[in-house]
């Protein structure tokens, strides 16, 4: 994926019978090697355009076109290989398997796609545990995990798929300021070795200065 476009995009929900504009109009382009921040009160629409961007929701008015696959004409079936294969997404939610423990969270994303074996994956995800000091965590269960470690581990399973659009919500707003300095040289490095489109929702200064553009959101709009 070398190139992203969106031209358009609205977005809007219904609510006890009124209606509410979330993005009005929203056009922006990344490339690939990209480092985009996009910043804005709570409210702005910042989380909506990355569920749009990571195919997780579908606008109800404009076109999402990656490289040349315009993926508000894809099939569901179609639009979730795209997002398995191409797309990395770190949420606020963290969406663990609670079934899985650490280890095997982070290799299902390589399970997934059929690129390893189930030992290949847990060694590779093993050594990205030690990277993040997280390795005494491997075999527990997410339920027994704080709110900031769930954070990194979701994290870890995103990059692991080395995807080509890596997409973070407030990666750094749930854990204390040394492990978001891991966190943040983490995706950074990887930033620099795969060079994906990185575009990450933060208020966070030390993100800010890290990124090389950032898109200000306010009432579902673009301010310049």
Known sequence: MNHIS????????RSKGAIYDVLKGISLSFKKGDSVAIVGPSGSGKSTLLLILGCLLLPNRGSVTFDDVEITKLSQSSLDMFRRDKIGTVFQEHNL????NVVDNIALGLRIQNRSSKKDAREKS???LQKMGLEKKSFQMPSCLSGGEKQRISILRALIKKPCLLL???PTSDIDRKTAEIVLNEILTFHNLHKPILIISTHDENVLSCVSR??????GEIQL
């Open 6 to 13: 969106i031209s358009q995009i609205e977005k809007s929900y």
């Open 97 to 100: 398997l609670s079934h899985l």
């Open 126 to 128: 093993m050594k990205l």
């Open 168 to 170: 973070l919500d407030e």
């Open 214 to 219: 950032q898109i200000y959101l306010k009432n």
